[in-house]
């Protein structure tokens, strides 16, 4: 079975660009994450939906960051414009449901902000 | 608020003996979960091994197993008879039952295991 896939794997872009990072979700999962990883402030919840629907962005640091999820098996995260600090690994990850189901992570994608 | 903490930033051990990676939760709820993810150079994050707050038995999964003390707010990590290949980040979360999904993570330690 196909794990949580990422792309790209790797992302440098310059500062001022904009960034599209592209998660497809496990088949059959309902929960769709995504989370930021540095050094300074750990993982960190950006955003996730459930049956495609946003249900808590509290953690988009700013307007920024956007993310849509237009069907089942689709979710971007776009940062416009892209500055330094975005500098970040990426993770996507989903969920088949509730009751503490595990989240399954992708191979997330290391961004690179110059 | 829910908070993790993960005190140990780093932790040797030799091959084959058993180690405890420490996590301790704060939380007002009731009903919660608490899970344990590996994350080896390679990046990715692994699922361990998963404890509910309900659940009386502690979880075991092969040479994984947790030490959950609930009126201490600890869940610890037990791994039995390290291999080189437990040489990574672990990562301490807990998730609350009730709306959200939304799972929250600790800093994390690195556990280097030794030949």
């Known amino acids: 079975d196909a794990g949580v896939i990422q792309s790209p794997r790797h992302e440098v872009t310059e500062m001022g660009q904009e960034v599209t990072l592209r998660c497809k979700p496990i088949?059959?999962?309902?929960?769709l994450f995504w989370y930021r990883q540095t050094m300074m402030r750990g993982l960190e919840l950006l955003i996730y939906?459930?049956?495609?629907?946003?249900?808590?962005d509290s953690g988009m640091p700013e307007d920024r960051f956007s993310a849509k999820m237009p069907n089942a098996s689709f979710s971007t995260l776009k940062i416009q414009p892209s500055e330094p600090r975005d500098s970040a690994v990426y993770f996507c990850?989903?969920?088949?449901?509730?009751?503490?189901?595990?989240?399954?992570f992708g191979p997330g994608t290391r961004l690179t902000v110059l | 608020a829910q908070k993790i903490t993960q005190t140990q930033p780093g932790m040797f051990v030799q091959e084959k003996e058993a180690v405890t990676l420490d996590c301790t939760y704060d939380?007002?709820?009731?009903?919660?979960?608490l899970f344990w993810y590996k994350q080896p150079s390679s990046g990715e994050m692994i699922f361990l091994i998963y404890?509910?707050?309900?659940?009386?038995q502690n979880a075991t999964e092969g040479r994984y197993s947790l030490n959950f003390q609930k009126a201490r707010k600890s869940a610890n990590l037990v791994i039995s008879a390290s291999q080189l290949g437990d040489s990574a980040m672990y990562f301490c979360?807990?998730?609350?039952?009730?709306?959200?999904?939304?799972?929250?993570f600790g800093k994390g330690m690195k556990l280097t295991v030794n030949p």
């Open positions: 990850a989903s969920s088949p449901g509730t009751n503490f189901n595990e989240q399954f």
């Open positions: 088949s059959g999962h309902d929960y």
């Open positions: 939906f459930n049956n495609n629907v946003p249900i808590d």
């Open positions: 939380t007002s709820d009731q009903s919660y979960g």
């Open positions: 404890q509910g707050s309900y659940d009386e």
């Open positions: 979360a807990m998730i609350h039952q009730g709306g959200s999904e939304k799972l929250v």
